[in-house]
């Protein structure tokens, strides 16, 4: 049975977390060389196995002492938060060389298929160990719902590629990568505590 409420709250953490994120500048960039239907498409299909792979892993996870994995829970949330708090203070000025990483892994002679391939291997490679995926882990572990968990972060996952894909530079334009770094470790601290106060109820 779905729960709308964690799917939202899975939605939530991995939206604001995701979107300062390198795939979000990678999808962006990619989008501007090739065709950009495929180039979501591609980031789709990776971001689907990468779910999927964390939710398999959060669902073991679960079958360990309920303690366990709200501490380990919540320290994986706070870890998220230090992490972007580190990472703001270097966003705006690391942004012109990520795009540019990116853009030399996009091939503007690429078409269809070709594409989609492009895209998939490069977001692929990219999100392994990433945090939105080490979160995702971590809600499945707490929560113990992992259709709901699924759905919920590979919906954010596709809202924020698709965002990069359609407004992406628009955005970035009017709101700076430190911004959605701080935003992003606000959620982060936001959802430690509120492990913290389910552990002690």
Known sequence: MIEP???????GAIFVVELP??????????????????????????FLVQTGVAVGIGKAASFLPEQLIHTVAALMFVIGAIILFRAARTA?????AQEDEYAAKSDSAAHGFKVIV??????????????SQLLTISLVAKYDDPVSVFLGAWGALLAVSGLAVIVGRLLLQRVRLSVLHYVGAAVCLFMAALTVWEMTR
């Open 5 to 11: 409420l964690v799917v939202a709250l899975a939605f």
């Open 118 to 131: 492009t895209s998939f291997l490069v977001l692929f490679a990219a999100e392994w160990g990433d945090l």
């Open 21 to 46: 994120d390198k795939t979000f500048i990678a999808t962006l960039v990619m989008s501007t060389k090739m065709r950009p239907l495929f180039v979501w498409i591609g980031v789709a299909l990776a």
């Open 92 to 96: 705006d000025a690391d942004e012109g």
